[in-house]
């Protein structure tokens, strides 16, 4: 008899992380579904694959920007799963205040950056039993920095150096990788003149989908040889020498 697979997506409520989570699941993937404030729609998510396939989602909340709520997330998840693949995706997106202050930088960067680190150190074992895989969500401006948004760019130039150095550490038991997407989904309030300069910038000529990122988590979990890489999935933007000054 063939163990079911639980696959854990942080931040999988919503948007790029409910993409990941409903093709997991359509792939046969059971869900442990984290999220922090966004609880209707990750009840109304898991209800859906519940529905679905009885028992295939669980549901883990946790505030990670809070380090006992990361411990205890852990804790959690090696107590009642025996896990296959862990999806960091969950993350903090907002501008630099005028004057940075050690609460806001502390918050981004914890969340963004030491978050998906821990887990994946505390999660190892478990996922190592499994010959199990971890992929990041960084993002293409932990290469280029985004204007006014300095904190969140070093927090995925972190988190891209992270998925390699994990990837040396863990292997060969646990397979570490990472997706930078480009336009994907744009923040609220984004400005029409900034939407339009950065499509203008993408060969493409288009943004992506949340769908095609969660390809590209299917396409890393069926490649077994591969590790310690970073996929950008920005429709070529990234090959074109963009400053990344505007967005």
């Known amino acids: 008899m063939t163990m079911t697979k639980w696959a854990l997506i942080t931040g999988g409520a919503k948007r790029i992380g409910k993409a990941i989570a409903i093709s997991l699941h359509q792939s046969g993937y059971n869900i442990a579904l984290h999220y922090n404030s966004a609880q209707r729609d990750a009840q109304t998510l898991a209800a859906q694959l519940n529905q679905q396939r009885t028992g295939s989602c669980r549901l883990f909340q946790a505030n990670l920007a809070s380090e006992q709520e990361i ?32 609460q806001d930088s502390q918050h981004l960067l914890t969340t963004n950056l030491i978050a998906p680190y821990l ?24 290469d280029r920095p985004l204007k006014g948004h300095g904190l969140y760019s070093i927090s995925k130039a972190g988190l891209n150096m992270a998925t390699r150095a994990l990837a040396q550490e863990l292997s060969p038991a646990v397979r570490v990788n990472g997706i930078s997407p480009g336009a994907i989904l744009w923040p609220s309030g984004s400005e029409t003149d900034t939407v339009t300069k950065v499509i203008n910038e993408i060969p493409m000529k288009r943004p992506g989908t949340p769908e095609d990122i969660a390809y590209t988590v299917d396409f890393i979990l069926n490649s077994p040889y591969l590790n310690g890489q970073i996929i ?3 429709g070529g933007r990234s090959a074109t020498g963009y400053t990344g000054a505007d967005g």
């Open 71 to 102: 411990k205890t997330l852990v804790e959690a998840v090696n107590c009642e799963l025996t896990l296959s693949v862990l999806i960091n995706n969950a993350s903090v997106f907002h501008p630099d205040p005028e004057i940075a202050n050690w």
């Open 232 to 234: 950008a999935i920005d």
């Open 119 to 142: 887990l994946a150190q505390g999660l190892a074992p478990n996922l190592a039993s499994q010959s199990g895989c971890i992929i990041n969500l960084v993002d293409i401006h932990g």
